[in-house]
């Protein structure tokens, strides 16, 4: 199982890499650090998205 999307582990990470602001990030489906990426990625997400981590909380972007 391959993925596309990129996990980066901070929103400074994320605005470097894609070129992109943090406003992309406000208002997406989040889940809690201790949750799972890769279920939420199965499950609901797709494999596509791009995924954020910003503070206690990791965002579909």
């Keep these: ?3 596309t ?6 929103r ?9 602001s ?3 990030i406000q208002n997406n ?4 650090i ?3 990426v890769r279920g939420m990625r ?3 997400w797709g494999y596509e998205c791009d995924v954020v981590r910003v503070g206690s909380w990791i965002y579909k972007v």
């Design 42 to 44: 199965k499950l609901f």
């Design 22 to 24: 943090s406003k992309y």
């Design 1 to 3: 199982m391959k993925t």
């Design 5 to 10: 999307g990129h996990y980066y582990r901070s």
């Design 34 to 36: 201790s949750g799972s």
């Design 29 to 32: 489906p989040c889940i809690h």
């Design 12 to 20: 400074k990470e994320y605005e470097q890499r894609t070129g992109k």
